[in-house]
């Protein structure tokens, strides 16, 4: 059974940083296509950042110069640490999983998801 686990989230200031953590159990993530994404009410759900099989990085690109995605492979966790942190940043934030290897960003590609993990940025 496939799970992931994420957590790290909380309520900041504006300027501040948080790492996002996703624990994965059941799936090797160091073979497959991993991504994290968020989502607020009445939005679509859009990906921030997507790490490949072959360490290939994707992020979009509104949040480039802040967020980084990495992994760890010895502990089978995927990380995304978000830095100067802007109410917009504000969301529901998931890592996915994908069986296949192929990367993009984009949700539907994605077929295992964790419950998520709340970032309230106040200003």
């Known amino acids: 059974q496939v799970q992931l686990v994420e957590s790290g989230g909380g309520s900041v200031q504006a300027g501040g940083s948080l790492r996002l953590s996703c624990v994965v159990s059941?799936?090797?993530?160091?073979?497959?296509?991993m991504g994290w994404f968020r989502q607020t009410p009445g939005k679509e759900r859009e990906a921030v950042a997507t790490?490949?099989?072959?360490?290939?990085?994707r992020y979009k690109d509104s949040v480039k110069d802040r967020f980084t995605i990495s992994r760890d492979n010895a502990k089978n966790t995927l990380y995304l640490e978000i830095t100067s942190l802007k109410p917009e940043d504000t969301a529901m934030y998931s890592c996915?999983?994908?069986?296949?290897?192929?990367?993009?960003?984009?949700?539907?590609?994605?077929?295992?998801w964790g419950q998520g993990t709340q970032v309230t940025v106040s200003s």
């Open positions: 996915a999983a994908r069986r296949a290897s192929g990367c993009v960003m984009e949700s539907r590609i994605f077929d295992y």
């Open positions: 059941g799936y090797i993530i160091s073979y497959t296509c």
């Open positions: 790490l490949a099989n072959n360490g290939y990085i």
